[in-house]
Nanobody, 122 residues
Framework: QVQLVESGGGLVQAGDSLTLSCAAT????????MGWFRQAPGKRREFVGA????????EYAPSMKGRFTISRDNAKNTVYLQMNSLNAEDTAVYYC???????????????WGQGTQVTVSS
């Protein structure tokens, strides 16, 4: 019933910015923390960041802090990932995820989107 659909991925050059979106249906959106993860070829899925249900608390992996920003618009049931100063190491499939709080997003992430490919060329 819960569906998460990412969009906004594509091919960009190093140094560019890109914003990903994730639209959610089948849940009371404001009651769910939302997270972003990524998976590069040959690597395990990596936590990028997350935002609390009301949008008041955000957390980021150290390597993403300062370059990536998570926000949400609860009226639109959508969470965003703004990525700046992209480099080749950011190339990955990016997934959004949902669970009842920030800790659960990182620990289990009950619901996942299908992913969107981000490719950064040098």
């Amino acid at each position: 019933q819960v569906q998460l659909v990412e969009s906004g991925g594509g091919l960009v050059q190093a140094g560019d910015s890109l914003t990903l979106s994730c639209a959610a249906t089948g849940l009371t959106f404001e009651n769910y923390a939302m997270g972003w993860f990524r998976q590069a070829p040959g690597k395990r899925r990596e936590f990028v960041g997350a935002i609390s249900g009301g949008g008041g608390v955000t957390e980021y992996a150290p390597s993403m802090k300062g370059r990536f920003t998570i926000s949400r618009d609860n009226a639109k049931n959508t969470v965003y990932l703004q990525m700046n100063s992209l480099n080749a190491e950011d190339t990955a499939v990016y997934y959004c995820a949902a669970d009842r709080n920030l800790a659960l997003v990182r620990y289990r992430s009950t619901n996942w989107g299908q992913g969107t490919q981000v490719t950064v060329s040098s």
